[in-house]
């Protein structure tokens, strides 16, 4: 039931962008509505509270359980784009590399870095690299729209990072974790960065079905390479349960749900949402039995909630000039 009430929510808010997506600039406007930036911060709550449940995943083979989520997603995906009567354009040209690059790096070689960087470094130092992509997204990402970055994202994106770190904490690491934990920032930024070329003709729809279905090709080929698929077979009624979850919600909706709004406001001001994951995750764990978050964690919250409010904020609309009044008794026009 609250996957059918998520999936609802989702068509509700996603409809509207897609419809018009062929006349619509990505990040055109210099206003940003709260309803433009809604869906990326449902989308950043539900990627940040997929740490708790990914947990249930650690012995499972990684390979082979993400091929299958993603090939489930692109399905539910498909069937969600018809019953929402939503076209999808086959990629042309150049659109194939760059919808490949979002699976490559979003999809595959982010869960890889994570995986092998945890073997070097402690997980907050991945989590605290990854946090800091809204730097990247706010100076790349505008390059790519065709406008030059805002001043406002650019002070607020460091106060969003260092909140994040926070909530994070740092932790110990060898040149091998920091160089796992530099692939992962970039995966994440690529996630977003490559996808603004093709969200102009294909939308938050086409560009989350093309990705999802060629990632889950590139992890079922990983798959068959490193692992034995057939392992799936032993996994418990928690860990698919937990593969339901990361399926439904963190990628058909919470994708759809952000490429909306980066579509909508520009990958630099979408950016900055980022900052919401790790507080979903750490209120996801309290919930989950962690305990009550410590100082730091709330510290964290309060720092990431003023860099968005800096960020994020509309600019300040100039006076209107008063054309000074004719002197009384003075000749007027005839």
């Known amino acids: 039931m609250e996957h059918r009430e998520a999936l609802t929510a989702a068509k509700a808010a996603i409809i509207p962008a897609s419809a018009g997506r062929s006349g619509t600039a990505v990040g055109g406007s210099s206003a940003v509505a709260f309803r433009d930036l809604a869906p990326g911060m449902v989308g950043m709550a539900l990627v940040g509270g997929s740490v708790t449940v990914s947990r249930a995943l650690v012995d ?25 009567g939503v076209p999808l354009s086959r990629p042309r040209g150049r659109e194939w590399l760059w919808l490949a690059g ?19 470094a402690e997980p907050a130092v991945i989590a605290v690299a990854v946090a800091s992509v809204p730097i990247l ?5 505008p390059f790519l729209e065709g406008r030059r970055p805002s001043r406002r994202v650019l002070l607020a994106a460091p106060v969003v990072v260092a909140g994040a770190v926070l909530v994070e904490g740092t932790g110990r690491t060898d040149a091998a974790g920091v160089a796992w934990a530099g692939l992962a920032l970039g995966c ?27 990632g889950a090709v590139m992890l079922a080929v990983l798959a068959v390479s490193v692992e034995r698929p057939a392992d799936v077979a032993a996994l418990g009624a928690e860990q698919w349960a937990a593969v339901a979850y990361l399926t439904v919600l963190v990628t058909a909706v ?16 979408a950016g900055l949402l980022t900052g919401i994951a790790p507080l979903a995750a750490a209120g996801a764990g309290a919930v989950a039995g962690g305990g009550v978050p410590g100082p730091a964690v709330w510290l964290g919250l309060a720092v990431v909630v003023v860099g968005l409010a800096t960020g994020l904020r509309p600019p300040r609309r100039p006076l209107p000039r008063q054309e000074p009044e004719p002197p009384s008794g003075g000749a007027g026009p005839a």
């Not at 990684?62 to 498909?78: D, E, S």
């Not at 979003?106 to 870095?113: D, E, Q, R, S």
């Not at 997204?137 to 990402?141: E, M, Q, T």
Request: aromatic share 10%.
């Open 102 to 120: 979002v699976a490559a790096t979003g999809l595959v070689l982010f869960n890889v870095a994570v995986v092998r960087g945890v073997a070097h």
């Open 60 to 84: 499972a083979p990684l390979f082979t359980v993400q091929a299958v989520r993603y090939a489930a997603a692109a399905l539910l995906l498909l069937v969600l784009a018809r019953a929402a």
């Open 137 to 141: 997204l706010g100076v790349i990402g």
């Open 188 to 214: 994440e930024a690529g996630f977003t960065l490559l996808a603004v070329p093709v969200l102009r003709r294909h939308g938050p729809w086409g560009v989350s079905v093309h990705a999802v279905w060629m």
């Open 254 to 269: 919470a994708f759809l749900l952000w490429y909306r709004t980066v579509a909508v406001v520009g990958s630099g001001r």
